[in-house]
Each structure stands twice: as C-alpha cells, then as structure tokens.
C-alpha cells in the first residue's frame, strides 16, 4: 500500500513538471529562452600611424638682399589709395587684386619706408594684368616722393612698356634717371591701370633695390616660394560678339556754339550741348571762347564725342573748321571709326603709349585717328592689333603747305560706307583710308569683341599707297570726337550729314 502511494506522488510531480516548464502557453509573460551566444572573433588592434607633420610654405629670407619692399604675403592693402578701383588681399594668395571702373582710375603703392634712390635707385615692380586687357598711358607710373607729388611735370611720371599677356612679370627702371626732377627721396609710387572695366590686375610686390642683381635674387626666391600660387591665366578657346548699341543714321547736326557762353565746358553738363555731345575731362581746362566774332570750342587737355553711334554701312560726311597751336610733340585733332569697347569714355585727350609723349604722342585703342602739328603738317594713322596681342598702328605724315595755326581751316572726312574714308582740308585731298574684310579678332584677343575691318591701307594724294596692314581695328561701326592733349585745337561749325 505504502509503495502504491509513493509511485502515484511520483506520477503527480512529473506532471506538474511538465505544466510548469511549457507544457501550457497560457503565460502572457512568459518570454522563450535565448540560445547561448557564441563569443565575438577576436580583431587585432591596428597599429597607430604617426600624424604627419604639415610642411610650412617657403619663406624668403628677411635679408636676403638690402633693398626696401612692399611685399603682399605680408602687407596689408589698407596702406595703399585706390581712385575708382577696389583693392584687397584675400589672405590666400601673396598678391594685391585691383578690380578696375570706370573713369580716371589710379591707385598707389607706398614703400615700406622712405627710399632714398642714391641708395636703392632701381625700382622692380611684379605685376599681372588679366588676359587681354590693356595698360593704356591713360594711368601713367607716378613718382611720389617726401617733396610732393603725382605731378604731371616733366621727370615726375613715365609710361613703361608692360606685357600683357595674362602671366607674371617684373618691370625694373633705374628711379634716378627716369624721375630725377622728382627728388631723392620716394615714399609711394602711383601705378598704371589697365583700361578695362571690372577687369582685374594684380601686384605681387613693390621694391627699391640696389643693383639689378638684387632684383634677379629676390625675384627668384620669390618664384621658389609662390610659384604655385603665380600662375598665368588660361587664354579664352572662343569668343563671344560684342555689338554696340547704333542707329541707321546719324542724326545730323551742326554745333556752331553760338548758343553757350565764354565758360568752363563744365558747365555744359545737362544743357544742350550735350544732347549731341559727350564730354571727357582731362584736365579740365578746356572752355568756349570768342575767335573772330564766334563762340568756338578750345580743347585743351580734354575730349569730346558725338553721342551716337552709327550702324554698319552708314554713309557720313564730318565737317568742322579747326585752328591748332599744335608743335610735333602731343595729339591734336578727330579719331572716326573707333570701337565702343576699350573707348567707352571717350578719353581722347589720354595718349595711348604706342609712341609716349616727346615724339608726336596718339589716341584711342581702336580707330583712324588724324592729328595736326606744327605748321601745316598732318600725320594719319590706323590703329592696330597684331598676332602679339599688342597694340600697334600704321600711319602717313605730310605736309599740307596748309598753316592750321594761323586761322581756321575747313576740313572734311567723307565715308562711303563701301570702303573708303577721304580726308580734305579746305577742298584739298589730303589722304584715303581704304578698309575691308570684317570680322572679330581671335579668342587669344580678349580685349576686341566687337567687329573690325582688319585690312587697311593709307594711299597719298596721288593715290600711291603708302602704308598697310592685316591687323587693323577699324570699327564696323561708325562714330568719330575730338581731343587736344596739352595744347589749345580750336572747333568751330561741327557738322555731321548722312550721304
């Protein structure tokens, strides 16, 4: 009896066994057991590697040679003046950036002390100009010394011959010679612009140095230094037309100046006049006078332009009577069929460099232009751009036996339209333009995107062919103004007429 009891017990805790261990899924709470997870595979710890040390950026050697520099890796833009120009540093690259605009645009460079040029007479200027843009003798290089200074004096500014071909250059002259009346002592220098607005150009830095050998020392460790930050600009691979604004035909008109009093042609602003005519100051010194009973427009160091712009084609016959106290030495006269571009303010007065003042000074950056000199001598040029991205001219001077000095004189500029311009004074054939073959300048000449004829030739009288080109930059399109540089052209009975 006793072993039958014992062997049901057993029977009953078994089967409470098996309720309790899963038997039954009525359990809300219950939660199945996770099977044993095996250990993770070990990873071996990788071996540190060492930071690399940065490799500073070359410097050069503060007494590397004995010369005086304004070097932009450490100056600070804020020292220099800008006129119608923005510069700055923009603390990545060791080189000032000069965003030009519009209007008589300088800006200027102080040394870092005074340099005495019996000390350090020769002067090294590394600069960049933006592919295809132009430094124009419009912004001369100015001394600026303890004594005064910009001065448009003799000895006080030069117009040095720059590459501009987008790369970097070092421009080197001996101070002592170049700006001798200056004085001894230069405290700044003011700089040459291009002439191209919201283009840039670009100094890298400024010095006074003993020898040129100092120069050619510090320049090269200037290269080893930044030679992957002075890099030169990538030429344009196309060219996109530039097409100024014209009408069919000129309006005509004849400006007597009988309406305007002896004054400043200042205050010609917002009057008449200048319905038909842009003025550009020089100097402002021009004014209305009275000549043999006339009211007569005296250019003296500034410029006048018509206002519009004729389409391609127009035929026009210019008349004016003009009398010069012009020698050989600056521009006195008209430029006709010059380009919008790269002559926007009509700065007729500004002599473009192709031959600097001293020897019969030109204007204008596009264009035929006709300057009167002493006595009865006439010099016709046509302005030039070459394979060399530089520009140049061709030009024809005689002798008139017609004296421009001593009263007024007719003269006449007749364009066909079909290519030829005729020059007459007082109905003598003085010279032809003949010009043909439109189109637009390579893409490596950035600066002309407007058309131009490229073939010129100027022929004498006789009708003998004296000077020619392939490279001219004679505008498709038709305009024409006046300027005088440092001397008195008086105008009188402007008259503009469509054939």
């Not at 410097?59 to 003046?81: G, H, K, M, R, W």
Request: include cysteine; proline fraction near 4%; hydrophobic fraction near 35%.
């Amino acid at each position: 009896m006793k072993k039958l009891i014992i062997t049901m017990i057993s029977i009953c805790l078994v089967a409470a066994m098996f309720v309790g261990c899963g038997g039954s899924n009525t359990d809300p709470t219950a939660a199945p057991t996770n099977s044993a997870t095996s250990a993770p595979t070990a990873e071996p710890t990788p071996t540190p590697v060492p930071t690399a040390t940065p490799v500073p950026r070359p410097t050069i050697q503060p007494d590397l040679v004995d010369a005086i520099i304004t070097s932009f890796d450490e100056f600070d833009e804020s020292y220099c003046n800008f006129n119608l120009c923005e510069g700055y540093i923009d603390g990545q690259n060791p080189f000032l950036t000069v965003t030009i605009d519009s209007g008589d645009v300088w800006f200027s460079v102080p040394f870092t002390e005074t340099a005495n040029v019996d000390q350090y007479p020769i002067l090294a200027i590394k600069y960049k100009t933006s592919y295809g843009t132009t430094i124009n003798a419009g912004s001369h290089l100015y001394a600026i010394t303890t004594g005064g200074g910009p001065s448009q004096e003799s000895g006080w500014w030069t117009h040095p011959s720059f590459v501009e071909d987008g790369d970097w250059h070092v421009l080197t002259l001996n101070m002592a010679e170049v700006f001798g009346p200056a004085g001894k002592d230069f405290t700044s220098m003011r700089m040459p612009c291009i002439s191209n607005t919201g283009k840039n150009q670009y100094i890298a830095y400024m010095g006074a140095f003993k020898t040129l050998e100092d120069v050619e020392i510090y320049d090269a460790a200037h290269k080893a230094a930044y030679a992957d930050l002075l890099v030169a600009d990538e030429p344009p691979s196309d060219k996109n037309e530039s097409t100024p604004d014209t009408v069919d035909k000129f309006t005509e008109h004849t400006e007597t100046f009988d309406d305007f009093y002896d004054t400043k042609i200042t205050l010609l602003a917002g009057s008449e006049f200048e319905e038909f005519f842009k003025i550009a100051m020089g100097n402002n010194t021009s004014s209305l006078v009275t000549k043999n009973d006339n009211i007569v427009c005296n250019l003296t160091f500034d410029a006048i332009s018509y206002t519009e712009r004729a389409k391609s084609g127009s035929a026009y016959t210019l008349n004016f009577k003009l009398k010069t106290d012009n020698s050989a030495l600056n521009f006195g006269g008209f430029i006709i069929n010059y380009g919008h571009e790269n002559n926007e303010s009509g700065s007729f007065f500004e002599t473009n460099g192709l031959r600097g003042d001293g020897a019969g000074s030109l204007v204008g950056n596009s264009g035929i232009g006709v300057t009167f000199k002493a006595g009865g001598v006439v010099e016709i040029y046509v302005l030039t751009f070459g394979s060399d991205n530089k520009l140049g001219f061709i030009s024809y001077e005689v002798d008139t036996g017609i004296n421009f000095s001593t009263d007024f004189q007719n003269i006449t500029v007749i364009d066909d339209g079909k290519g030829v311009v005729t020059l007459k004074a007082n109905d003598t054939l003085i010279a032809t333009v003949n010009y043909s073959n439109e189109g637009l300048l390579p893409a490596a000449a950035a600066a002309y995107n407007e058309r131009y004829y490229r073939t010129a030739s100027i022929c004498d009288a006789s009708g003998n062919k004296v000077a020619e080109t392939d490279s001219a930059l004679i505008s498709y399109t038709k305009a024409f103004g006046f300027g005088g540089r440092s001397h008195s052209i008086f105008l009188d009975d402007i008259s503009i007429k469509n054939n």
